[in-house]
Structure formats: C-alpha cells, structure tokens
C-alpha cells in the first residue's frame, strides 16, 4: 500500500512570497490532516478535513494561509504570503479512522 | 498549559542499556487516545501504538513496552537493549474525542541518541 505523499520535499523561499504545497493521502482515507513542525517542537495541528469539508481550521492562519481539498483526495496547503516564522516543516496525514494517522515525508519550508 | 508534556528533551545511552522516555497528559475527557511516535532524520512520523483510555493494559511488542497508568497520568515507553538504529526523536500525542472533531496534541518530543 502506498504511503501519503508530500511535493515538494524542501523549499526555500524569501519571505513575502507564496508557496504551496500538496499532499496524496492514502486511498480510501477520508480524512486529511495539515501539521506545521517548527524546529524542536512537536507538530502543531492546522486543518483537518472530513472528504472535502474542513472539521477544524481553528489552528490555521487564514490572514495568510489557505487550504483545500477538492474532489476529498488530494489537498493543497498555501502560505501568501509568506514570513520568517514560517519555517518549519509541513506534514501531512491521512487517516481511515478517527484514531488513527499516516504521516507524509514532509515538506521543509525555510523563508529568508 | 501543555496537554502532553514529555520532560525530557535529550537522552543519551550506551547500546544494550534500557531507556524509558516518559510522557504526561492532561485531560478531563473521559475518552482519549494515546499514541507514541519515531521520527527519525527523514522526517516521516512513524506509528509505534495507541492506546485508548479504556484500555490500560500494558503493551509489549519485541524490544519495546508502554506503562500506561492512568492515576497518574502517564504513558511511558521502555526500549529494552537498546540499539544504535534506535537513535530519533520521540514524540507521545493525544487525541480527545469531540463530536465535532477530535483534538490532536503533540508532546515537544525526547531525542534519544543511542551510543555504540
């Protein structure tokens, strides 16, 4: 079975610009998750989707971040624009039950 | 406050010595889960396991065990022997069932480096 996918792997970006990210969550997961994992933290949830209707987006920036999942398979993550605390690294999960998550690689984010 | 607090930030040991990582909740549900994860350099989280409030029954698999006592709160996890290959950080999570979505919150995680 495949994992959950995540492109890019790594990003660098100067801040105020944008950048977007993606995630494949594993066949059949209805739910997504978005995470943001600053150096030496552990991941912070930002958006939870239920198919393609968000649970919770309680965590999430909406000044400057952004999120969908269209179609309730793949979703995308924005940041526009973007800051220097926003480095950090940016996992996906998806998951078949309430308890349970698969994560992605994730992508690593550094705004200078 | 934090709801899952791992004091330990950094462990070192000598392979074949035991290490515990120990991990606190704070919680005033009555059904919560709990989970340990490993995240080594790639960056992925790797599911160790999860327990859920109801059960509090101590858990074995191979080289590792979890103490899970819910008077005081705690979900420990115990490598027994340990490995150079066990070298990562370590987080323990909890999840709090809502109706509306559950909660999801991550220790700050415990580097464990193991050394050979």
């Known amino acids: 079975e495949a994992g959950v996918a995540q492109s890019p792997r790594y990003k660098i970006i100067e801040k105020r610009q944008s950048v977007a990210f993606w995630c494949n969550p594993i066949s059949g997961h209805a739910t997504l998750y978005w995470y943001q994992q600053i150096l030496g933290q552990g991941p912070k949830l930002l958006i939870q989707?239920?198919?393609?209707?968000?649970?919770?987006d309680s965590q999430l920036p909406k000044d400057r971040f952004s999120a969908e999942r269209l179609k309730g398979v793949d979703s995308t993550l924005k940041i526009q624009p973007a800051k220097l605390e926003d480095s950090a690294v940016y996992l996906c999960?998806?998951?078949?039950?309430?308890?349970?998550?698969?994560f992605g690689p994730g992508t690593r984010l550094t705004v200078l | 406050a934090q709801k899952v607090t791992q004091a330990q930030t950094e462990i070192s040991v000598v392979e074949k010595e035991d290490v515990t990582l120990d991990c606190v909740y704070e919680t005033r549900d009555t059904t919560y889960y709990l989970f340990w994860y490993k995240q080594p350099p790639s960056g992925e989280l790797v599911f160790l396991i999860r327990?859920?409030?109801?059960?509090?029954q101590n858990e074995i698999s191979g080289r590792y065990s979890w103490n899970f006592q819910k008077s005081t709160s705690s979900f420990n996890f115990t490598i027994t022997a340990s490995q150079v290959v066990d070298s990562s950080v370590y987080f323990c999570a909890l999840i709090e069932a809502r109706d509306t979505g559950n909660q999801f919150y991550f220790g700050t995680g415990t580097s464990l480096t193991v050394i050979p």
């Open positions: 989707f239920q198919n393609n209707g968000v649970v919770d």
């Open positions: 999960a998806s998951s078949p039950d309430p308890d349970t998550q698969y």
């Open positions: 327990r859920n409030s109801f059960d509090e």
